[in-house]
Nanobody, 125 residues
Framework: QVQLVESGGGLVQAGGSLRLSCAAS????????MGWFRQAPGKERGFVAA????????YYADSVKGRFTMSRDNAKNMVYLQMNSLKPEDTAVYYCAADSSWATMTRDYDGVDYWGKGTLVTVSS
Protein backbone atom coordinates (compact mmCIF):
# COMPACT_ATOMS: atom_id res chain seq x y z
CA GLN A 1 0.00 0.00 0.00
CA VAL A 2 1.29 3.43 -0.94
CA GLN A 3 -0.18 6.75 0.10
CA LEU A 4 0.69 9.86 -1.88
CA VAL A 5 0.35 13.48 -0.79
CA GLU A 6 1.05 16.33 -3.19
CA SER A 7 2.02 19.87 -2.27
CA GLY A 8 3.43 23.00 -3.86
CA GLY A 9 0.55 24.10 -6.04
CA GLY A 10 -0.60 27.69 -6.22
CA LEU A 11 -1.12 30.75 -8.37
CA VAL A 12 1.69 31.91 -10.63
CA GLN A 13 1.99 34.29 -13.56
CA ALA A 14 2.72 33.04 -17.04
CA GLY A 15 6.45 32.53 -17.48
CA GLY A 16 6.92 31.74 -13.81
CA SER A 17 7.96 28.57 -12.03
CA LEU A 18 6.59 26.19 -9.43
CA ARG A 19 7.94 23.06 -7.81
CA LEU A 20 5.50 20.33 -6.91
CA SER A 21 6.35 17.73 -4.31
CA CYS A 22 4.85 14.33 -3.62
CA ALA A 23 5.45 12.55 -0.32
CA ALA A 24 5.01 8.79 -0.43
CA SER A 25 4.44 6.44 2.47
CA UNK A 26 5.56 2.84 2.52
CA UNK A 27 8.89 1.10 2.78
CA UNK A 28 8.89 -0.05 -0.86
CA UNK A 29 8.83 3.37 -2.49
CA UNK A 30 11.91 2.60 -4.57
CA UNK A 31 10.06 -0.33 -6.11
CA UNK A 32 7.56 1.90 -7.89
CA UNK A 33 7.59 3.83 -11.11
CA MET A 34 6.30 7.32 -10.29
CA GLY A 35 4.33 9.71 -12.43
CA TRP A 36 2.64 13.06 -12.60
CA PHE A 37 -0.71 13.62 -14.29
CA ARG A 38 -2.96 16.64 -14.60
CA GLN A 39 -6.61 17.41 -15.17
CA ALA A 40 -7.72 20.77 -16.48
CA PRO A 41 -11.30 21.99 -15.98
CA GLY A 42 -13.63 20.17 -18.32
CA LYS A 43 -10.91 17.83 -19.60
CA GLU A 44 -9.82 14.28 -18.91
CA ARG A 45 -6.82 13.53 -16.77
CA GLY A 46 -3.68 13.32 -18.87
CA PHE A 47 -0.10 12.16 -18.56
CA VAL A 48 2.61 14.70 -17.72
CA ALA A 49 5.78 12.84 -16.73
CA ALA A 50 7.16 9.58 -15.38
CA UNK A 51 10.37 8.44 -13.75
CA UNK A 52 11.87 4.99 -13.37
CA UNK A 53 12.42 3.29 -10.02
CA UNK A 54 16.03 4.36 -9.79
CA UNK A 55 15.42 7.83 -11.18
CA UNK A 56 17.84 7.22 -14.03
CA UNK A 57 15.27 7.75 -16.78
CA UNK A 58 12.37 10.11 -17.29
CA TYR A 59 9.66 10.49 -19.91
CA TYR A 60 7.56 13.57 -20.65
CA ALA A 61 4.47 14.54 -22.55
CA ASP A 62 5.31 16.63 -25.60
CA SER A 63 3.42 19.58 -24.16
CA VAL A 64 5.81 19.91 -21.21
CA LYS A 65 9.08 18.62 -22.66
CA GLY A 66 11.89 21.11 -22.11
CA ARG A 67 9.92 23.03 -19.47
CA PHE A 68 9.19 20.45 -16.76
CA THR A 69 11.68 18.23 -14.95
CA MET A 70 10.74 15.26 -12.81
CA SER A 71 13.04 13.86 -10.13
CA ARG A 72 12.89 11.58 -7.11
CA ASP A 73 14.73 11.04 -3.85
CA ASN A 74 14.32 7.42 -2.77
CA ALA A 75 16.00 8.08 0.57
CA LYS A 76 13.29 10.60 1.42
CA ASN A 77 10.36 8.89 -0.35
CA MET A 78 9.83 12.05 -2.37
CA VAL A 79 9.03 12.88 -5.97
CA TYR A 80 9.27 16.34 -7.50
CA LEU A 81 8.07 18.17 -10.57
CA GLN A 82 9.94 21.37 -11.39
CA MET A 83 7.78 23.44 -13.71
CA ASN A 84 9.36 26.36 -15.58
CA SER A 85 8.08 28.74 -18.26
CA LEU A 86 4.54 28.06 -17.16
CA LYS A 87 1.67 28.82 -19.52
CA PRO A 88 -2.02 29.43 -18.84
CA GLU A 89 -2.75 26.08 -20.49
CA ASP A 90 -0.76 24.38 -17.71
CA THR A 91 -3.56 25.30 -15.30
CA ALA A 92 -4.87 22.06 -13.81
CA VAL A 93 -5.02 19.84 -10.77
CA TYR A 94 -1.77 17.88 -10.69
CA TYR A 95 -1.77 14.31 -9.39
CA CYS A 96 1.09 12.15 -8.21
CA ALA A 97 0.87 8.47 -9.10
CA ALA A 98 2.69 5.22 -8.32
CA ASP A 99 2.68 1.92 -10.16
CA SER A 100 4.88 -1.14 -10.40
CA SER A 101 4.80 -1.05 -14.22
CA TRP A 102 6.48 1.49 -16.49
CA ALA A 103 4.14 0.53 -19.32
CA THR A 104 1.07 1.17 -17.18
CA MET A 105 2.37 4.53 -16.01
CA THR A 106 3.20 5.76 -19.49
CA ARG A 107 0.45 4.15 -21.60
CA ASP A 108 -2.40 2.52 -19.67
CA TYR A 109 -3.13 5.27 -17.14
CA ASP A 110 -6.43 3.82 -15.97
CA GLY A 111 -4.53 0.89 -14.55
CA VAL A 112 -2.26 2.93 -12.27
CA ASP A 113 -2.25 1.48 -8.75
CA TYR A 114 -2.04 4.55 -6.53
CA TRP A 115 -3.08 8.19 -6.84
CA GLY A 116 -2.73 11.24 -4.66
CA LYS A 117 -5.58 13.68 -4.12
CA GLY A 118 -4.01 16.40 -6.24
CA THR A 119 -2.75 19.95 -5.94
CA LEU A 120 -4.10 22.89 -7.94
CA VAL A 121 -1.83 24.90 -10.19
CA THR A 122 -3.23 28.09 -11.67
CA VAL A 123 -1.26 30.07 -14.24
CA SER A 124 -2.52 33.57 -14.95
CA SER A 125 -1.93 35.34 -18.25
Amino acid sequence: QVQLVESGGGLVQAGGSLRLSCAASGRTFSGYTMGWFRQAPGKERGFVAAITRSGASTYYADSVKGRFTMSRDNAKNMVYLQMNSLKPEDTAVYYCAADSSWATMTRDYDGVDYWGKGTLVTVSS
